[in-house]
């Protein structure tokens, strides 16, 4: 993997994209993976097209990592990577972060850092672009308010700053490992018992789409299939989840 380091850049799951299909225009079956780092930047991406405050001290970090396996294999890709972030972030800042399905980090109960994974089957040479978004060396009011999830920053939970490049080759190093895992199809035989223990609200009562109507699923959460589905125990049954988020239910 070879990596692309900027001062600052509109999102760097976008550079990812326009330098991989710059690279490869044509099929290329020794497409070699590529990194894009970025110190800032001016429109960062969240899921569903939200917008992904990214001020300076952050880790915004984006691959571009070819496809070697069939495009089911990359359905629980999200949980792989946040998998990878959070091994990290314990390694790094003594931290660790919870998996919220199906791409959010959380300290407590807020949120420190982001996943955001596409993949792209149908291009010359297919490849996904994840990126990864965590939020380290400064105050959370940078964020800007009102979130829709708490915020927190491994600077504001430690009292003190990180290295971001210890960080950064960590973060490539675990993801270096457990992607090749992922291309061979082995995610729920070697990464799923990894996750399970790493999963936020666990066993507790959660909602997933909606607040209201026939589309919302409540029930209890209990874990994520070998697909990186989530699974919610509900009185009609227990209900699987490929899109969508998990949102917990506090008590009245």
Same mark, same amino acid.
């Given at each position: 993997?070879?990596?692309?380091a900027l001062s600052s850049i509109?999102?760097?799951?976008?550079?990812?994209?326009?330098?991989?299909?710059?690279?490869?225009?044509?099929?290329?079956?020794?497409?070699?993976?590529?990194?894009?780092?970025?110190?800032?930047?001016?429109?960062?991406?969240?899921?569903?097209?939200?917008?992904?405050?990214?001020?300076?001290?952050?880790?915004?970090?984006?691959?571009?990592?070819?496809?070697?396996?069939?495009?089911?294999?990359?359905?629980?890709?999200?949980?792989?990577?946040?998998?990878?972030?959070?091994?990290?972030?314990?390694?790094?800042?003594?931290?660790?972060?919870?998996?919220?399905?199906?791409?959010?980090?959380?300290?407590?109960?807020?949120?420190?850092?982001g996943i955001l994974c596409h993949?792209?089957?149908?291009?010359?040479?297919?490849?996904?672009?994840?990126?990864?978004?965590?939020?380290?060396? *400064? =105050?959370?009011? %940078? +964020?800007? #308010?009102?979130?829709?999830?708490? @915020?927190?920053?491994? $600077?504001?939970?430690?009292?003190? /700053?990180?290295?971001?490049?210890?960080?950064?080759?960590?973060?490539?190093?675990?993801?270096?490992?457990?992607?090749?895992?992922?291309?061979?199809?082995? *995610? =729920?035989?070697? %990464? +799923?018992? #990894?996750?399970?223990?790493?999963? @936020?609200?666990?066993? $507790?009562?959660?909602?997933?789409? /909606?607040?209201?109507?026939?589309?919302?699923?409540?029930?209890?959460?209990?874990?994520?299939?070998?697909?990186?589905?989530?699974?919610?125990?509900?009185?009609?049954?227990?209900?699987? +989840?490929?899109?969508?988020?998990?949102?917990?239910?506090?008590?009245?």
């Amino acid at each position: 993997m070879y990596l692309v380091a900027l001062s600052s850049i509109d999102s760097t799951n976008s550079e990812a994209q326009r330098r991989w299909l710059a690279d490869y225009p044509a099929p290329n079956p020794v497409a070699k993976a590529m990194a894009v780092v970025a110190e800032v930047q001016t429109a960062g991406q969240g899921r569903t097209g939200r917008n992904w405050q990214s001020p300076r001290g952050g880790l915004w970090l984006s691959i571009a990592w070819p496809m070697r396996g069939q495009p089911d294999n990359y359905e629980p890709l999200p949980l792989a990577v946040g998998l990878s972030a959070a091994q990290a972030i314990q390694d790094c800042a003594d931290l660790v972060p919870l998996i919220k399905w199906p791409n959010d980090l959380l300290i407590g109960e807020k949120k420190v850092a982001g996943i955001l994974c596409h993949a792209h089957p149908h291009w010359p040479t297919p490849a996904v672009i994840l990126g990864v978004g965590i939020n380290a060396n *400064f =105050a959370p009011e %940078l +964020l800007g #308010q009102p979130l829709r999830q708490p @915020a927190t920053t491994l $600077q504001h939970e430690i009292q003190h /700053p990180i290295d971001l490049q210890t960080l950064q080759n960590r973060l490539l190093e675990t993801l270096e490992h457990h992607l090749p895992i992922v291309d061979r199809g082995d *995610f =729920a035989e070697v %990464l +799923l018992p #990894q996750i399970r223990p790493r999963l @936020a609200w666990l066993g $507790q009562p959660v909602r997933c789409g /909606p607040h209201t109507g026939a589309s919302m699923v409540e029930g209890r959460f209990i874990g994520v299939d070998g697909r990186g589905q989530a699974v919610i125990q509900t009185p009609r049954g227990d209900q699987v +989840l490929c899109t969508d988020e998990l949102r917990r239910v506090l008590p009245p």
